[in-house]
């Protein structure tokens, strides 16, 4: 059975007890797929017994920090591995598709700096998402769908996404961030098993009432804004209120899948 975990489910807030910023991590089949990947993402996975060996490919929704500032620290992890155990990563390569490359680039600068030089028997092989099914493998499809949370760049390229996620015949969908919750309606289309979504930008109520016309089976939130990390009094009201089963993301929190 594959089995989201969430490696950090906060938005992009000042430091918060007991919470990061956000990171998933899919383990389907027997390899590790990283949605986003802030600050804490791979410290998190680590400790929680998630074997960094079997990452086979990171899915980047945009390149704000609070989904993007654990990256380096992924890399450098796996890395790590390698040389303080002999650990052999599964494949030849870990894949990163990332909408804007040239942040990799000054990322790796950075790594290149670092002990060693950053040298890794593995390849990295990095490739902005493009709209569409763009990745497949024995154990999972992902199709990317514009958000509008950022506007495209100067030369019209597309900077936040959002992933549908097909596995052992289910669908996911990641909503990275969004600009309003129409963002999402392509992406669920007729629906899903399970929606991760950002409550950063919207009111958990407007969430709920989505996923209860868009015939979504499961609602997890993640990415918490104040609404959320306040408790105030909207949420509950919106919780008691939703039709659809639905929790709210923990760092460290398994959603079977
Ligand atoms: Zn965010
Ligand atoms: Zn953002």
Redesign the pocket.
Known sequence: MACFKILGSC??TEPMPGRH??GIVLSAGDRNYFFDAGENTSHTAYTQGVDLTLTRAVFIS?V?Y??IGGLMGLFWTIVKLHSRYGANLADDAVKLFIPETEVWTHTYAILKGTEGGFRHPFGIEVAAPSLGTFYQDENLSVTAFESH?MPRGEEGQIRSFSYRIETEGKIAVFS??VKSMEDLIPVVGDGCDLLLC?T??HAVQDVCEFAATHNVKRLVFV?HGREILEERPTVKEALDACPVPLCFACDGMDVAF
Do not use: A, N, V
């Open positions: 938005s992009g910023h956000t945009h704000h609070d989904h949370h990275g961030d950002e950063g930008h990415h």
